[in-house]
């Protein structure tokens, strides 16, 4: 064979260099081809139900199943992967084979890689079917294996919350009162973002009254400081149009929660729950104040009156400061209150600086008060009937210390018709909360309802007396010059 020469050896290196491009695309095409016919047999698996035999085992469709889940995770392929997660549920829906679907949500979540667009699917998926599980074990442990899947995973956050609010729902059908508030507590709602504010309203209001139910008042109030007051206040329909960013990923309420102005009612009943264990007689009316504010509630009769007089009744149970008198001063100026005359009556009593008795105002209110065990809201507390007679016996000392400046004992028991120790009792009492000003002059029995002046307050007010004065003075002088000179006038025409 003749030996080639330096030209055709560089020429026949040349043409095998130029085919292996040509080889390795071959090989290329070669494997995306199979893809690609891998692909087109899993989606042909997805969404043709025949494509399953129907004598194929649940086993058998759901390793299947599994599989093409395998090939469309790592292809990346999001809809794929949820569709086939998706369906495993479905799966194990249609067959009732509730141990097998929560064996493979815990398996399908734990796959190496798995898209989150896949554990939202399927854990909304399985959320439909909650509430058609056969019993109530199998609907608690379908609960808390989508519980545990969703837990630390913040695009199933919102799940998650109402997954928790089911499972303390039936913890509380079952008595359990105390477990289903920890559980409620376990989720901050106020940090979702995309959860959609009445929903969020609506959680912690379940989180406040549960912690009622199990009288822990202290984390009670905790949990409502979450909700501001003013957020009630806001009309949808007078809102800005202009959309905000981040608006398009807020979700929207289910059908089951209540309006904004629903969600105000509960919210200021919880509050009067809350109030009435403190005994808090101003803050109660002002939640009463609030919920007959409603338009709802405005626009009903049956429902207004007995409100409005709630609000008279702890509007008189007050203690004496600014804002119940400023209450007051706005309830008396209400139409509504033309409704219930014997209420505008007795608002007006306490109004007016007059000295009230006791015994003809009990006589006279005694029914009402007992018939407002039957009204809206639930009973007065036992305590009412002394705080009452209490809040006559101050309004009538403010009465006395506005009309005298000192007084005696004897003369004060006598109008307030209590005994005489009773009667230094509650002037001490009104002292010492600041109620009112005054002193006890105990050996010659007065009372001294004027304050005592320092020093430099009296050369103060003697300096300003005494700049009137001559301030009289100088302009009298005017006055008789100007009088003179126009006199003088007259007599030389």
Known sequence: MAQLG????????????????????????KRRSTARSSNF???????????????????????????????????????????????IVELCYQAKAWKTLNDQIILLSK?????????????QKAMQYIDETPDLDTRIELIKTLNSVSAGKIYVEIERARLIRKL????????????????????????????????????????VRLCLDKQDY??????????????????????????????????????????????????????????????????????????????????DP??????????????????????????????????????????????????????????SLWDMYKTEFENEKNLLGGPLSEKAAEDLKLRIIEHNILVVSKYYSRITLKRLSELLCLSFEEAEKYLSEMVVSKSLIAKIDRPMGVVCFQTEKDSSDVLNSWAGNLEKLLELVEKSCHQIHKETMVHKVVLKA
């Not at 997805?46 to 129907?54: F, G, S, Y």
């Not at 667009?117 to 399927?122: K, L, N, R, S, Y």
């Not at 059908?173 to 959860?195: P, W, Y």
Request: glycine letters at 4%.
């Open 168 to 207: 303390a729902k039936i913890k509380e059908e079952q008595g359990l009162i105390s477990e289903a508030a920890d559980l409620m507590q376990e989720v901050a709602v106020e940090t979702f973002g995309a959860m959609a504010k009445t929903e969020k309203i609506a959680f912690i209001l379940e989180q």
């Open 302 to 359: 049956s429902q207004w009156i007995p409100v409005l007089r709630k609000i008279c009744w702890y509007l008189v149970l007050s203690p004496h400061d600014p804002m119940q008198s400023s209450l007051l001063n706005a309830t008396l100026e209400d139409k509504n209150l033309n409704e219930i005359p014997n209420f505008k009556l007795l608002l007006k009593q306490l109004v007016t600086m007059e000295v009230i008795q006791w015994t």
């Open 6 to 29: 330096p030209f055709h050896k560089s020429l026949s290196i040349s043409s095998h260099l130029v085919s292996l491009p040509f080889l390795v695309f071959v090989r290329k095409k």
């Open 111 to 123: 796959r190496r890689g798995q898209l989150k667009q896949a554990v939202t699917a399927m854990v």
């Open 218 to 299: 202290v984390r009670a109030q905790i949990l409502a400081r979450k909700i501001s007051p003013r957020v009630f206040n806001i009309d949808p329909a007078k809102e800005k149009k202009k959309p905000k960013e981040g608006d398009g990923i807020v979700e929207e309420a289910p059908a089951d929660i209540p309006s904004l102005l629903e969600l105000k009612r509960i919210y200021y009943e919880h509050m009067i729950r809350y109030y009435t264990h403190q005994n808090d007689y101003l803050e109660i009316c002002r939640s009463y104040k609030s919920i007959y504010d409603i338009p709802a509630i405005k626009e």
């Open 41 to 87: 047999q899993s989606r042909f698996l997805l969404h043709d139900p025949a494509a399953m035999e129907d004598n194929v085992s649940l086993e058998g469709k759901i390793e299947a199943l599994l599989n093409v889940e395998k090939q469309m995770r790592l292809a990346g392929d999001v809809v794929g992967t949820r569709k086939a997660a998706m369906d």
